[in-house]
């Protein structure tokens, strides 16, 4: 019945867990739900006073423009400026999307043909290897290991790959490992990709949730950067807007275009009055991000100690909202989510679940209050106890 791309697709791993999850809320268990990276705080009321203005008027009603509102990819490239140093021209080279799932989901179409290899990390956000895989290409993992401080090994890619490869992916903050890079990184990529001409993707979400002093850079801000390649990032973490499905993809003119074509014949662009919000989010007060941040650094000292004291190997995040943490031996990264459910009503996200390279840790979100992290360190030393 389905298509060979979409059987081509992973297979879902998580249904038997999923099912416990269920079967535990039926059971009326107090779950904690670290599994999924989704804030648990609101978006911040300037932004939803804008978007309840913005809805009660019908010019906004209509179809939205394709490539994203004037004054949205102004406020993009004001933002860009401001943030990172990084000029855009707002008519050529930024667009709005319906979240950035969507834009990395679509770009491969834009440039792939069948068989054509596209470097992936793994693990990593699923949706950079699924993209790839429904444009007809093939993805090519490149591990992201600890003693690497999980970054790509760029120079283990073959020459054959290098030559067949179209796509390079990266994303720092990074999604699961929380691992950050320097611009040196950035370098470097743009080294490898003009060697190998090939396109860079880099997916900056978790530009805005950073620690210790540490701040994101971004790719488009190294020489030659925008020559090879473009930059994803996201209203979703910042703002805590992932329920209203608005990103942006900014950078090479001709890469931005490109994915522009695809969109606009599958997609009719955002609601303006939520690029009405999303402008009001870029341009107007940021203290929301800075207590975003606090929040989650409370959190993340909290897990971390919990978690040291109990002997797991996690490391410090500087950036994101995720604990990467080692699971105990014994178990494989499935059967530890399984059993931290089943026993203490915890829910993490198995590391498998990114890619291969995943297995052997799990990923915490920092996306319960601190009251409910503490007593999810209690549970595990509860069962430590046992
Ligand atoms: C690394 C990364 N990129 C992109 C996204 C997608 O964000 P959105 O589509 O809400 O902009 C996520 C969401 O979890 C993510 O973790």
């Not at 490149?142 to 179209?166: A, G, V």
């Not at 190294?222 to 950078?251: C, D, H, P, Q």
Request: net charge negative.
């Amino acid at each position: 019945m389905y298509s060979d791309k979409l059987n081509l697709l992973p297979p879902y791993l998580f249904a038997s867990l999923d099912e416990l999850k269920r079967d535990k809320i039926k059971q009326g268990v107090d779950v904690i739900n670290l599994g999924v990276g989704d804030p648990d705080l609101p978006t911040p009321p300037h932004i939803i006073d804008t978007l309840c203005k913005a809805a009660r008027d019908p010019k906004n009603h209509k179809y939205p423009s394709y490539n994203g509102m004037p004054e949205f990819r102004e406020a993009v490239a004001r933002w860009y400026k401001n943030r990172f140093g990084v000029s855009l021209d707002m008519d050529k080279e930024v667009i709005a999307l319906i979240g950035s799932k969507e834009g990395i989901a679509h770009l491969p179409l834009a440039f792939l043909n069948k068989d054509d290899l596209a470097l992936v990390p793994d693990p990593a956000y699923t949706v950079y290897r699924i993209g790839v895989i429904l444009a007809g290409g093939i993805p090519i993992p490149m591990p992201l290991l600890k003693e690497n401080d999980f970054k790509p090994d760029l120079s283990k890619i073959d020459k054959k790959t290098r030559k067949y490869s179209k796509i390079l992916f990266i994303s720092y903050p990074n999604n699961p490992t929380s691992a950050t890079v320097d611009e040196s990184f950035y370098k470097e990529v743009v080294d490898f990709a003009m060697d190998n001409d090939l396109i860079v993707c880099s997916d900056n979400a978790y530009s805005e949730i950073y620690f210790d002093g540490y701040k994101p850079p971004s790719f488009l801000d190294v020489k030659n950067a925008k020559n090879v390649g473009v930059e994803f990032n996201s209203l979703s973490k910042t703002y805590n807007m992932t329920g209203w499905r608005i990103g942006y993809l900014v950078g090479n003119e001709d890469i931005v275009q490109g994915l522009g074509k695809v969109k606009t014949n599958v997609d009719s662009g955002v609601f303006n009055a939520v690029q009405i919000a999303a402008t009001e989010a870029l341009l107007g007060d940021q203290s929301c991000v800075e207590d975003n941040r606090k929040v989650y650094n409370e959190r993340r000292d909290v897990l971390l100690k919990g978690l040291n004291n109990l002997g797991f190997d996690a490391m410090k995040p500087l950036a994101t909202f995720y604990v990467w943490a080692k699971i105990p031996d014994g178990y494989d990264s499935l059967s530890f989510s399984k059993f931290l459910l089943d026993n203490a009503g915890i829910v993490v996200t198995p590391g498998v679940g990114f890619g291969e390279y995943g297995e052997g840790y799990i990923r915490f979100a920092l996306t319960e209050k601190v009251e409910r992290i503490e007593e999810c360190i209690n549970r595990i030393s509860r069962l430590k106890n046992r």
